[in-house]
């Protein structure tokens, strides 16, 4: 429908070019084109969570490049986004951005959802800043990330309720103010993948593997995903919910007299009917969480000089798969043995430690 650099969309986009791709200048012009567009105080996308994710996605690619100088080059622009995001913390802790309080479109109108799951990208955002002044030597800004992250946490973990919903649940997980295990088993197992989202998916997964809920993952993942498969898509949608199964006609056929034409029935917003976009990024996230959760490949050092392999197979026999990085592909094997380890093959660049879990 358009052609802007949308923010937020682009973290689960950006994490699944690293896992499929490697580094792609796609992703560095892209981030310098909406900084430029974006002058301060402006907020990316005219959202204020767009804004948030911009300074994630940045953190998350200077550690998968290693390349300093993204950060040196805009360490003015960072650190006007940090005064802007401090300027909207109550005493109380609480977020108070009023423009663009965009969680995700299932999320739209709900407003304990929003406030829950921006409450959390205001951590993850300014834990992101914390670490890039970390790595800039920015004491003084460091000390002011601390400053926010203390408020904003002593709020989220005593007033905000994370049973609204999976998508805030699973950030506030993320965001290390709930505890994985106890949201996984109260909120985010049940009803499988309903109440998954295109977008959010990436997070929920996360957080349910962060309560090593592996076989659940998968459930979701052919349930959800799967589901759209079911239904003939080639590429993944802008919004899914499992109900749309029910009764619908496949997008690569005709519409059945008697069954639903899922793509001209549903949507809402800005993408009612035929406006429902069939190919969006923003839900890749279940290809970067299967390398990193299923193959295990976690970056523990800038560059990924340090990777950590850390296979979670699940109901799986077997998995196996490569990982791009700037030295080159990790090849990683896994496969289930009949005492129930695993046997695991990797072979790296030699610029690259690998640690076994």
């Known amino acids: 429908r358009d052609r802007l650099v949308w923010v937020g969309d682009m973290h689960p986009e950006v994490r699944a070019i ?78 108070t951005v009023v423009e663009g309080r965009f969680l995700d479109w299932p999320s739209v109108g709900k407003d304990n959802v929003v406030d829950a799951g921006v ?15 970390t790595v800039l030597e920015d004491e003084k800004r460091v000390e002011q990330c601390k400053c926010d992250l203390q408020k ?23 965001a290390g103010q709930k505890d994985a295990k106890e949201v996984n088993e109260r909120l985010l197992k049940q009803g499988n993948a309903k109440g998954m989202s295109t977008f959010m998916g990436y997070y929920i997964l996360s957080a349910m593997a962060l309560a090593g809920d592996y076989e659940g993952c998968l459930s979701c993942i052919r349930e959800y995903w799967g589901g759209m498969l079911k239904l003939g898509a ?56 299967l390398s990193e959760y299923v193959l295990g490949v976690q970056i523990l050092e800038a560059g990924c000089k340090v990777v950590k392999i850390e296979p979670h197979l699940g109901d799986l026999e077997w998995a196996k798969g490569t990982y791009p990085t700037p030295y080159g592909e990790i090849v990683v094997s896994h496969k289930k043995q ?15 430690t690998i640690v076994n879990i």
């Open 119 to 133: 409450q959390a990208l205001h951590i993850l955002a300014t834990k992101s800043l914390q670490n890039i002044f």
């Open 338 to 352: 009949e005492d129930g380890t695993i046997d695991t093959k990797v072979e790296a660049p030699k610029e690259i």
């Open 18 to 95: 690293q896992a499929v791709f490697g580094e792609d200048d796609s992703v560095q012009k892209s981030l310098d084109f909406i900084r430029k567009e974006t002058p301060l105080p402006q907020w990316m996308n005219n959202m204020a969570s767009y804004s948030m994710w911009y300074v994630i996605i940045v953190y998350d690619w200077f550690l998968y490049t290693g390349k300093k100088t993204i950060l040196e080059e805009q360490r003015d622009y960072l650190a006007g986004v940090l005064d802007l995001l401090s300027k909207h913390i109550d005493d109380n802790g609480k977020d």
């Open 152 to 174: 904003l946490s002593d709020f989220a973990q005593k007033k905000v309720d994370y049973e609204a919903s999976k998508q805030a649940g699973a950030l506030l997980v993320l």
């Open 234 to 289: 080639t590429t993944f949608w802008e919004d899914f919910d499992v109900e749309w199964l029910k009764n619908a006609s496949r997008i690569d056929e005709l519409p059945e007299d008697g069954k639903i034409d899922v793509h001209a029935t549903y949507g809402g917003y800005c993408y009612i009917g035929h406006r429902h976009s069939l190919c969006h990024g923003w839900a890749a996230g279940v290809t970067p969480w």
